[in-house]
């Protein structure tokens, strides 16, 4: 694959450019990639640590970066430029880029075109981090009986995720699953994530990582 970034990308942001609500900016907290990566994409999906992962709809790095603590070659790119990873149309004109596997948390309104240009460009799979209510309607059935998914993880935990911003004290009603697809394996039943992964799988340093700096003061303190 072509096209890998260094990371660390993420001191830059401060010159970042607002995305418009409609790109549906939501970051996943690293915590639930982690627990992805260790319950689902090394033991069944059979992700190698030197294959190549592509996260097209990256955003401010957050899934891109705790997949890059296990697997060795992680490119990430994005439609709009938050200063992280290149900027890319993942539904535009295919990119000369074949990676093993996409992983990414696509935008809501267009998962289902994620969901087909990920499978087409991954040479062993794809996974898509989905609100549960995803998996239907009829689009989605068409998608489903077309390219029946290898599997299904459901987090047993809620996922939190706010619009442009990781909150490490987050909540929600929502309920989040991966949809994962392996070229040329069986479908196998679902699976749940164990839960108590976001207490096992926050670090001490992610809130420094991930979440959003402070605001610069506009006057200086103690006057
Ligand atoms: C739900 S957010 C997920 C961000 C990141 N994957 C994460 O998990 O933290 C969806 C992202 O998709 C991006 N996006 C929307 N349309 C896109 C497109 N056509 N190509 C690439 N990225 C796109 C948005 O800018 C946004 O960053």
């Known amino acids: ?88 149309d993942f539904l535009g004109p295919t990119d000369d880029v074949w990676p093993h596997w996409v992983f990414t948390n696509p935008p809501f309104p267009t998962g289902v075109d994620f969901a087909r240009r990920a499978i087409l460009v991954a040479e062993r799979g794809a996974a898509l981090l989905v609100r549960t209510q995803w998996l239907h309607t009829d689009e989605r059935y068409e998608l489903f009986t077309e390219h029946p998914p290898f599997l299904i993880a459901y987090y047993t935990e809620r996922v939190p995720m706010h619009r442009g911003r990781w909150e490490p004290e987050g909540s929600t009603a929502t309920d989040y699953c991966w949809v994962c697809w392996v070229h040329g394996a069986e479908p196998r039943p679902p699976m749940w994530i164990p839960p108590g992964q976001r207490q096992r799988l926050t670090r001490p340093d992610d809130a420094r990582r991930f979440g959003r700096p402070a605001p610069a003061p506009l006057f200086g303190e103690g006057g």
Not at 6 to 19: K, L, N, V, Y
Not at 25 to 51: D, I, M, N
């Open 1 to 88: 694959m072509t096209g890998f970034l260094p990371f660390g990308a993420r001191a830059i942001m401060a010159s970042r450019q607002e995305p418009p609500d409609s790109l549906n900016f939501f970051p996943t907290p690293p915590w639930a990639t982690r627990a992805f990566v260790e319950h689902v994409a090394l033991p069944v999906l059979g992700v190698r640590r030197h294959e190549t992962v592509w996260e097209p709809a990256c955003g401010e790095g957050h899934m891109a970066e705790p997949l890059a603590e296990t697997f060795r070659f992680v490119a990430a790119s994005d439609i709009h430029p938050y200063g992280y990873g290149k900027v890319a």
